[in-house]
């Protein structure tokens, strides 16, 4: 059982990530502190921890519940079109954008067996605690903490940057629902993530 978030506005003891500092774009919100979080193949599910309870402890629980997600609701994570790319103005074919985001192996299987083969193999990875997250694992992380996850993309790779730095809602989120903050998450690259913790 997960806890309830902190939500005292105080960050983790981790310290800042000066490298997030860097990246940080200036079409973000003003008001985050990046924090360092471990970079071990699992730097999202630490930063959304640290983001949600100051701590990366619950890092493994969050992996779980995130396979679980995918698993229990293949069908909406695979449908025609990718109804959490939706809505997004870019230049990329959703074909490109998903050779971007699977792994080797995700992506051998869309070539010969399809969108849903392709992405129940990118669960399997999910399930090795060493295997990076991409963007499938945004919503899905949404609807675990059932409160928006805030992708935030440096100012590079400006062509697939409008699929990346943005909200990711739970599938049942209505924007009247205001009472949950919503977690940041940075793209850094070099093996961790930065997590921003709003005062």
Not at 92 to 101: K, P, Q
Request: proline content about 7%.
């Amino acid at each position: 059982e997960l806890p309830d978030p902190v939500h005292d506005g105080s960050v983790c003891n981790a310290g800042v990530d000066c490298r997030g500092v860097a990246l940080y774009p200036k079409d973000a919100p003003l008001d985050l502190t990046p924090t360092r979080v471990t970079g071990d193949g699992s730097c999202f599910y630490n930063a959304c921890s640290v983001a949600l309870y100051k701590t990366e402890a619950y890092s493994k629980e969050l992996r779980v519940r995130t396979v679980i997600e995918l698993v229990s609701s293949i069908n909406y994570y695979s449908s025609d079109p990718l109804p959490y790319l939706t809505g997004v103005s870019g230049t990329v074919s959703e074909a490109g954008l998903l050779d971007t985001f699977l792994s080797d192996n995700a992506r051998r299987e869309l070539i010969s067996n399809g969108r849903e083969a392709a992405l129940k193999q990118e669960v399997i990875n999910t399930c090795k605690e060493t295997s990076w997250a991409n963007i499938l694992h945004f919503p899905a992380m949404a609807n675990v903490i059932s409160a928006p996850l805030q992708s935030i993309f440096p100012e590079h790779s400006q062509r697939i940057r409008p699929y990346y730095n943005r909200t990711f809602y739970p599938k049942d989120w209505n924007q009247q629902q205001n009472d949950k903050p919503s977690v940041f998450i940075l793209w850094c690259g070099n093996l961790r993530s930065t997590v921003f913790v709003t005062d």
